[in-house]
């Protein structure tokens, strides 16, 4: 599985962004597909995943101000961020997990400051 992660940049806090994870094969097919980010000094943490049941869940410190969706026919999955902090301020890496294995995205920076 491919994974290609785009969207992120500098924004001030309080503003948006939209993350993109396109995948290479039917995101139907792969069991979770989510969102992890990894600050500078800190451990990779998960934000956000979707199973391919439809259900999600959310880290509890972006629940209410962030959203992962999916387009099934892009076979994309989005997170869109809303009331951004400083503290979001991290790289985030889109995964797959699919027969087993974990895949990764190449990552892209979200920088949250004013």
């Known amino acids: 599985v491919q994974l290609q992660a785009s969207g992120g940049g500098l924004v001030q806090p309080g503003g948006s962004l939209r993350l993109s994870c396109a995948a290479s094969?039917?995101?139907?097919?792969?069991?979770?597909m989510a969102w992890y980010r990894q600050a500078p000094g800190k451990q990779r943490e998960l934000v956000a995943l979707?199973?391919?049941?439809?259900?999600?869940t959310y880290v509890e410190s972006v629940k209410g101000r962030f959203t992962v969706s999916r387009d099934k026919a892009e076979n994309t999955v989005y997170l869109q961020m809303n009331s951004l902090k400083p503290e979001d301020t991290a790289v985030y890496y889109c995964?797959?997990?699919?027969?087993?294995?974990?895949?990764w995205g190449q990552g892209t920076l979200v920088t949250v400051s004013s």
């Open positions: 979707f199973s391919s049941g439809g259900s999600t």
């Open positions: 094969l039917s995101i139907f097919n792969i069991d979770v």
């Open positions: 995964n797959a997990q699919y027969r087993r294995l974990n895949y």
